[in-house]
């Protein structure tokens, strides 16, 4: 231990020290020992996971499972991998993010800088829908999508999404911007800056940390969304998330753990990606709407 | 016709009325300074002129022109807030200019202004920088930047001193005059503290709870307060106000400081003192500044009506310029400015020289000066 540490902690006697850190310790093996199953189970062949331990190291390496999970698996009746699954995921999250975020950005934007007589109903009538069980609104939302001609597409669960995250992301944004100094529109205002010009030059410059924590808790969401990908859509159509419950469904014969395991590391890889690249700012954001500036 | 007007202004939240009929003028190159305590409206009334606040009545014209309606980038304004209001994820160079790139000025005329004006302010080394770079008084300096860069008709401040320390505040104090001095631009200025009122305008305008207390030059205000709220408001230490009776003693008319217990005091009213002529038992409040008040030596040669008032020190303030003496009269505190050498101790009974020519008097039941 340097002589800093010892220096920030004074009057902490070392037992503590190692109690709590030796817990912590404990819990994070805890966590993390699913996710090493996971991934050594994915990297062994099916006969070495039959007569091996859960826990060991796989003794030959293989990718072929994670191939096999990408392009072959059976899926359902189609045998073509979950790929083509992870691709409408992906083309049904960036949009569903990148339109949620925006129209939050400009939603908080709105409800604290450019008040209106009644802002306060309209944003606790937003707020109702972080709050509101999903399926509850299953039926009735089934129902518009049909009216739509957007049942079973991606576009469909787009739109959903989108309404569903709106609450969210307004929220973010909006108490984000409450602490924005009003003088500063004020000034822009006599600059000659108009409603679009405020936004674009000086209120979305000064977005960087809560744009990083919307994009992140939307994309988590929207991604590992299960309820409205198997209920919206099916088939082909499925997200991510429904093919990966239809992989581990669909038997013939043996029961592929390896393959399994690997359609899972897989579905839960850009989630972790987009936490491990932005994470840092996700803490600083969260931590920046607490203090005000 | 005056270069701004303000004609039977009011403005209303909802149930409650923040101004209630104003109605002022600004002559070009005039220095107008709105001063009171918080909450009096004086912030709002700018913020209309400014048209950052609709108005719920009345109309305010510049040369002649009605502005009511304009937006707050059409009225050929230019405003220094509080805070400064620079932007933070702009340079200082891009805070200045930012109104004339909204306004489509080309960059080079647009380089060239800044140029001049931080020039003018003495910036010219951080126009790279950042707001967040700067200290508290060349934020200040930046957000006047920004302001003179227009060159507008009008200039508005929004108390810009308040946000800093004492000495930065008299120095920009100065600044600001002097900027007024040179471009002779009309300017409106917010500020509660009295002061600033007193040192910068050319006209103040003393506001309470959204009405026009009184409107006069800086003299006048402070010599002939039109009430016990201005004469109370401005001056510090402020106004004495003590209460007396009108009396009549041997067909004159004499001013009696009823004290209470002790011997009632009389002096003889200098015919001056009041606008009209004063009524036997008139109860009154006489107004007298701290300054006319003073040892015998100091009291002014030149005044017609220096009455000699013996009291008891209570305490004694060394100030360093002056020394504040204060003591008991009329049943109140008084406080008198004496010179600071003036030799002076708490518990002693000393004669108090009060320049009447300086006093005034109100009426108790209505506050106004009579």
């Known amino acids: 231990m340097s002589a800093a540490t010892s220096s920030s902690t004074v009057g902490t006697p070392w037992t503590s020290r190692i109690v709590v850190y030796g817990l912590l310790f404990l819990f994070a093996l805890f966590f993390l020992a699913p996710l090493y199953v996971m991934l050594v189970t994915s990297f062994k062949s099916l006969d070495e996971i039959r007569d091996g331990n859960m826990m060991s190291l796989p003794k030959a390496?293989?990718?072929?499972?994670?191939?096999?999970?990408?392009?072959?698996?059976?899926?359902?009746?189609?045998c073509a991998g979950i790929k083509g699954y992870f691709r409408n995921s992906v083309l049904m999250v960036v949009p569903a993010v990148a339109i949620s975020t925006a129209l939050g950005s400009i939603n908080g934007y709105v409800l604290t800088k450019w008040r209106f007589a009644g802002h306060k109903w309209v944003f606790g009538l937003m707020l109702f829908a972080c709050f509101i069980p999903f399926q509850s609104v299953l039926i009735p939302m089934a129902r518009i999508l049909g009216i739509l001609g957007l049942a079973n597409s991606i576009l469909g669960l787009i739109v959903v999404h989108v309404i569903y995250g709106l609450g969210f992301t307004t929220l973010f944004f909006r108490n984000y911007y409450e602490a924005f100094p009003n003088e500063l529109i004020r000034a822009a205002q006599i600059d000659g800056a108009g409603f679009f010009q405020i936004f674009r030059r000086l209120i979305l410059p000064m977005s960087g940390p809560i744009i990083v924590v919307t994009v992140i808790f939307q994309f988590t969401n929207i991604w590992n969304d299960f309820l409205f990908g198997s209920s919206f859509t099916s088939g082909d159509g499925a997200p991510m998330t429904v093919a990966l419950n239809n992989l581990v469904n669909t038997t013939t014969g043996v029961k592929e753990y390896n393959v399994d395991m690997a359609g899972a590391m897989i579905a839960a890889l850009p989630t972790l990606l987009v936490y491990i690249l932005a994470g840092r700012y996700f803490v600083r954001g969260l931590m920046a709407g607490a203090v005000k500036g | 016709m005056a270069f701004l007007e303000i004609a039977g202004l009011r403005k209303r939240f909802g149930s409650l009325d923040i101004l209630k009929g104003i109605d002022l003028d600004l002559d070009k190159g005039g220095f107008l300074v709105l001063v009171g305590p918080s909450g009096c409206g004086?912030?709002?009334?700018?913020?209309?002129?400014?048209?950052?606040?609709?108005?719920?009545?009345?109309?305010i014209r510049v040369e002649g022109r009605t502005i009511n309606e304009l937006h707050p980038s059409k009225r050929d304004i230019a405003m220094v807030f509080q805070s400064y209001a620079l932007y933070p994820n702009m340079t200082v160079a891009g805070n200045i200019g930012f109104g004339m790139e909204m306004r489509g000025v080309p960059k080079e005329e647009r380089e060239k202004a800044i140029q001049v004006v931080a020039k003018t302010l003495q910036i010219g080394h951080l126009l790279d920088r950042r707001p967040s770079q700067l200290s508290g008084g060349q934020r200040q300096r930046v957000a006047m930047g920004r302001a003179l860069v227009r060159n507008?008709?009008?200039?508005?401040?929004?108390?810009?001193?308040?946000?800093?320390?004492?000495?930065?505040?008299?120095?920009?104090?100065?600044?600001?005059?002097?900027?007024?001095?040179?471009?002779?631009?009309?300017?409106?200025?917010?500020?509660?503290?009295?002061?600033?009122?007193?040192?910068?305008?050319?006209?103040?305008?003393?506001?309470?709870?959204?009405?026009?207390?009184?409107?006069?030059?800086?003299?006048?205000?402070?010599n002939r307060p039109a009430n016990l709220f201005?004469?109370?408001?401005?001056?510090?230490?402020?106004?004495?106000?003590?209460?007396?009776?009108?009396?009549?003693?041997?067909?004159?008319?004499?001013?009696?400081?009823?004290?209470?217990?002790?011997?009632?005091?009389?002096?003889?009213?200098?015919a001056t003192i009041a606008a009209k002529p004063l009524a036997a038992g008139q109860d009154l409040i006489l107004g007298i500044r701290p300054e006319a008040i003073t040892d015998r030596d100091g009291a002014d040669r030149h005044s017609k009506a220096i009455e000699i008032v013996d009291a008891k020190v209570e305490i004694v303030e060394p100030?360093?310029?002056?020394?504040?003496?204060?003591?008991?009269?009329?049943?109140?505190?008084?406080?008198?400015?004496?010179?600071?050498d003036?030799?002076?101790?708490?518990?002693?009974?000393?004669?108090?020289?009060?320049?009447?020519?300086?006093?005034?008097?109100?009426?108790?039941?209505?506050?106004?000066?009579?």
């Not at chain 2, 004469?231 to 041997?250: H, T, V």
Request: glycine fraction near 8%.
């Open chain 2, 230 to 270: 201005v004469a109370d408001f401005m001056g510090s230490p402020a106004m004495n106000l003590i209460k007396a009776r009108a009396d009549e003693q041997n067909g004159r008319m004499m001013i009696t400081f009823v004290n209470g217990g002790a011997k009632d005091i009389a002096f003889p009213a200098p």
């Open chain 2, 319 to 340: 100030a360093g310029s002056d020394t504040f003496v204060v003591t008991h009269l009329g049943g109140k505190e008084v406080t008198a400015r004496m010179r600071s």
């Open chain 2, 42 to 59: 004086k912030s709002t009334l700018l913020n209309t002129i400014a048209g950052l606040e609709t108005i719920t009545a009345g109309e």
């Open chain 2, 342 to 370: 003036a030799d002076v101790k708490a518990g002693e009974t000393m004669p108090f020289a009060f320049n009447l020519d300086k006093a005034v008097l109100f009426d108790p039941g209505s506050g106004k000066r009579l």
């Open chain 2, 152 to 222: 507008p008709k009008l200039f508005l401040f929004d108390e810009p001193l308040s946000n800093l320390d004492a000495k930065l505040r008299v120095d920009m104090r100065v600044e600001i005059k002097r900027l007024h001095a040179t471009t002779g631009t009309t300017v409106v200025y917010v500020t509660h503290d009295q002061i600033e009122a007193m040192t910068l305008a050319t006209k103040i305008a003393v506001l309470k709870e959204g009405e026009l207390q009184q409107v006069g030059a800086p003299a006048e205000i402070y």
């Open chain 1, 61 to 78: 390496v293989t990718v072929a499972p994670w191939l096999k999970a990408w392009g072959e698996a059976c899926v359902g009746l189609t």
